[in-house]
């Protein structure tokens, strides 16, 4: 491991973080902590000279923060911070982010990340947009059984209708699921998605005592939402979501 | 508190592990700290995760895919019998849970072409070889997709 040697980051952790024997990153090169004054940074050499983002490389990061994020706090670094030796991991990342990843660590601590995706049954909401509105059920009847080229204004309307009375279910449902799990959560960020089925997609920040309060929410919310959209909740995660500059 | 500790893991939601590539861009795409540019060494390739691989199309498309799916509905199917009816016979009864039984034969039909269209976007990396610039101006002009980054701290 000389000094010169370019090295891959992948997080932060408390210095007194033991590294998983054996653990291995990107290429298969095995995972090191660099410590500095109670802060320590995540790392393994690489080879600068292969491009980065294959399948392999992504699925090597996220195996690695996933692995810390079972031991305690990390602060993931986003995809593709390479630095160039070594000293520049001290030089460059953890001098310079003492203060800030001090502060990350303490507060994620106990904590941990849940992502929550709702997806409307397409068949069933579509039948409801299209049984509440009368001008969305007349125009799909003027243009199921026309040709193509013969309905393509039509069809744009008829779509633009669609998707506007989609938006208004999915305002009005995500605020309502939202408003049922944020009281046990720490903070959360709503992700943009879309589609026909698309109804939420949002990142949770949750304590681990609530943990099981939050989950049973989610219930709660899935159930009410039986026949017309599934839930689907990933974690616990490292919190990726929750690293980000404000 | 019993009851509750049993449904711990209860059969509403749905807790998938997530092992595919989809499933992990979705989980890390844009998200982490970002550290400083000026040590950064970005290689060939980080492009991929730079630029937001979900689905990116134009106004027109979408629209003319949500009709596309609108007009697949099957509402006459099952013996004649006019499904608006079981729609509203289930509202009012409080039953909304009857519609999707009685759609079931459709329902696979009408949600396939949505989730290959999906999981191709999300696996395809030619994605990258999209300009920025191309990109930009088609999201301009997305509709339904709503800017709803949001985020909020309740506590420290």
């Keep these: 491991m000389t000094d010169d040697q370019p090295h891959y980051v992948y997080g932060v952790v408390p210095a007194d973080t033991s590294p998983p024997p054996g653990l291995v990153g990107l290429r298969g090169a095995p995972v090191e902590l660099i410590q500095r004054d109670g802060v320590a940074a995540i790392v393994s050499a690489i080879d600068p000279d292969q491009p980065l983002g294959k399948r392999a490389d992504l699925l090597a990061y996220s195996r690695v923060i996933d692995t810390f994020a079972t031991l305690g706090a990390v602060v993931p670094i986003r ?34 990340q849940f992502n929550l995706r709702g997806r409307y049954d397409e068949t069933a909401i579509l039948t409801e947009v ?3 509105n009368p001008a969305i059920a007349e125009l799909r009847e003027q243009t199921r059984d026309q040709p193509e080229a013969a309905s393509y204004y039509s069809r744009i309307r008829l779509g633009e209708l669609v998707a506007q009375a989609l938006a208004e279910k999915r305002e009005a449902e995500s605020l309502r699921i939202l408003d049922a799990l944020v009281p046990h959560t720490v903070a959360h960020n709503v992700r943009d998605g879309e589609g026909v089925d698309h109804l939420v997609d949002v990142a949770f920040l949750v304590d681990d005592e609530r943990r099981d309060a939050f989950e049973q929410a989610t219930e709660s919310a899935a159930r009410s939402l039986l026949g017309r959209a599934t839930l689907r909740l990933i974690g616990p995660l490292a919190p990726y979501d929750f690293v980000t500059e404000e | 508190m019993t009851v509750e500790t049993q449904r711990r893991r209860g059969n509403y939601v749905e807790r998938p592990t997530p092992s595919g590539l989809a499933e992990v861009i979705d989980i890390i795409l844009d998200k982490g700290l970002v550290i400083d540019a000026f040590v950064r060494v970005s290689l060939v390739g980080i492009e991929l995760l730079t630029i937001d691989a979900r689905i990116v199309i134009a106004s027109v498309d979408t629209y003319l895919r949500f009709a596309a799916a609108t007009n697949r509905l099957d509402l006459y199917e099952k013996g004649g019998r006019d499904l608006f009816e079981v729609l509203e016979g289930g509202m009012e009864s409080g039953a909304k849970g009857k519609v999707s039984g009685a759609l079931e034969g459709v329902k696979e039909k009408a949600s396939e072409t949505f989730k290959d269209a999906k999981e191709a976007v999300s696996g395809d990396e030619d994605e990258e070889d999209q300009g920025e610039e191309q990109k930009e101006g088609r999201q301009q002009r997305r509709p339904a997709k709503k800017t709803t980054q949001r985020r909020r701290r309740e506590q420290a």
């Design chain 1, 79 to 112: 995809f593709g911070a390479v630095l160039p030796r070594r000293g520049d991991v001290v030089d460059g990342v953890l001098e310079p982010g003492d203060a800030r990843f001090r502060e990350l660590l303490s507060e994620l601590s106990g904590r941990a």
């Design chain 1, 130 to 132: 299209v049984t509440e």
